[in-house]
């Protein structure tokens, strides 16, 4: 280490020079600072080079020096990059490999094959499978296809030919996949049925409905398939590995019929999972929907964010009077519903605004920010007389519809606006 530092040391020393004018020293020493944190590998806040720079006047200015220096090192500490965990650090990307048997495709109806016998050109064509799943054939006529592979189909429709020419060669290819539906369950933001335009990848679904929620654990999103004898397949997908990691997304094609399941983000496996990556990422719902309640502005509004959003952006959007609210006391309101209780936690924006992370918590669907002291309390006491754990989510928000109805009484005198669930 101190070897490495004596030759980055001795790299940059021709830029420090000596007896020059003051603007000059202050853009070597610049250039000198660029280069050591290109070597090192860091990033280097301009504060830092500052200071490094004209230390004897900038530490004067400061009347505790130690209290800087630690908070600038912890300054430099935050403001790394993102590194990718230590166990997939130097591994080669990791491409998604699928059960074999998703990768079949099974024809059905609606879907059309061509057909190609090259010494019997008459033979051959484009065929549509119908309802039944029949393909009609020249001689043949009606020949059930559906259900089968395109190998099996070929090979069928091979022996069926060759009752009427002797060894025909045959060749059958998927002309045009069929529209299908396949089922989306789950955490996402609008489970139900979707249309599939042909081949379509399982990532174009989760986008279509809506993106994930933030209570989706896309650790092992499940495709399941259904066969012809009424067995099934199934294939766990792993999206937030390859997130972390930084390799390709899995590529999966899904078919008609099949059943998609994003299960639900389980309390003991919370500590492996970096909810803020997947909110930031596309596989997610785009937006979040907080509740405000604004004591010192006397509204109640719903606030869109975008998804990954922390308590400081909601803050900036709400943009709280300085002279009225207490912005040193904001409530934040969430419910847990393992306990099915509402927890409530009381954050400062001015040291949010200073940079300190414990105060700039991430956001969630649902969430409430309440702004006044007074208010806050008139929430803590309501929530206090429910003896009963809130069922669900929509318990929860009934609560604050019930609370809030009476607006004009909600931001006067104490007593008022607590409303039951």
């Known amino acids: 280490m101190h070897k490495a530092a004596g030759g980055i040391k001795s790299q940059i020393q021709p830029f420090l020079g000596k007896g020059e004018s003051p603007k000059l020293k202050i853009w070597r020493r610049l250039t000198a600072g660029c280069l050591f944190s290109l070597h090192a590998g860091t990033t280097i806040l301009p504060g830092a080079l500052l200071l490094w720079m004209h230390p004897e006047n900038t530490w004067a200015a400061i009347p505790n020096r130690e209290n800087a220096k ?9 403001s790394q990059i993102p590194i990718v965990p230590f166990e997939l650090q130097n591994t ?19 879907d059309s094959i061509g057909v190609v016998v090259p010494r019997f050109p008459e033979l051959g064509g484009t065929f549509a499978i ?32 060759n009752r009427f020419v002797v060894n ?19 955490e996402v933001v609008r489970p139900g049925f979707y249309a599939l335009g042909g081949l379509t990848r399982l990532l174009t679904v989760l986008v279509a409905a809506g993106g994930t929620t933030t209570e989706a ?14 067995s099934y ?112 936690r ?26 006044g002291r007074n208010l806050l309390t008139r929430i803590r006491f309501a929530l206090t007389t429910i003896t009963q754990p809130f069922q669900d989510i929509l318990q929860f928000l009934f609560f604050f519809r019930s609370f809030t109805q009476g607006t004009q009484n909600i931001f006067l005198g104490p007593g008022s606006g607590t409303g039951n669930p």
Do not use: C, H, W
């Open 70 to 78: 630690s908070s600038l090192q912890n300054s430099i500490a935050q």
């Open 92 to 110: 080669p990307p990791q491409r998604f490999q699928p059960n074999p048997q998703f990768r079949i495709y099974r024809l059905g109806p609606g």
């Open 130 to 161: 119908d309802g039944e799943g029949n393909a009609l054939l020249p001689l043949v006529g009606k020949l059930r296809i559906a259900g089968f592979t395109l190998e099996e189909a070929q090979e069928r429709i091979r022996a069926a030919y």
């Open 168 to 186: 025909p060669q045959v060749t059958v290819a998927l002309g045009a996949p069929r529209p299908g539906q396949i089922t989306l369950t789950g």
């Open 217 to 230: 654990d896309l650790r092992a999103v499940l495709v399941r398939r259904f066969l012809n004898d009424g």
């Open 233 to 344: 397949i199934e294939q766990r997908v792993d999206f937030f590995t390859p997130l972390l990691a930084g390799d390709p997304l899995p590529d999966l094609v899904i078919q008609d019929g099949d059943a998609v399941i994003v299960p639900k983000l389980e309390v003991g496996n919370l500590a492996t999972y970096d909810r803020q990556l997947v909110a930031r990422s596309t596989l997610a719902q785009p937006s979040i929907t907080i509740r405000v309640l604004s004591y010192d502005r006397s509204t109640i509004a719903n606030l869109s964010l975008r998804n990954g959003s922390t308590f400081l952006d909601a803050v900036t959007a709400i943009a709280p009077s300085l002279q009225t609210a207490d912005i040193g006391n904001i409530g934040l309101l969430r419910f847990d519903p393992e306990r099915g209780r509402v927890i409530m």
């Open 346 to 371: 009381e954050l400062n924006a001015r040291r949010a605004i200073l940079g300190d992370a414990s105060q700039n918590v991430p956001l969630r669907e649902n969430d409430t920010i309440v702004i």
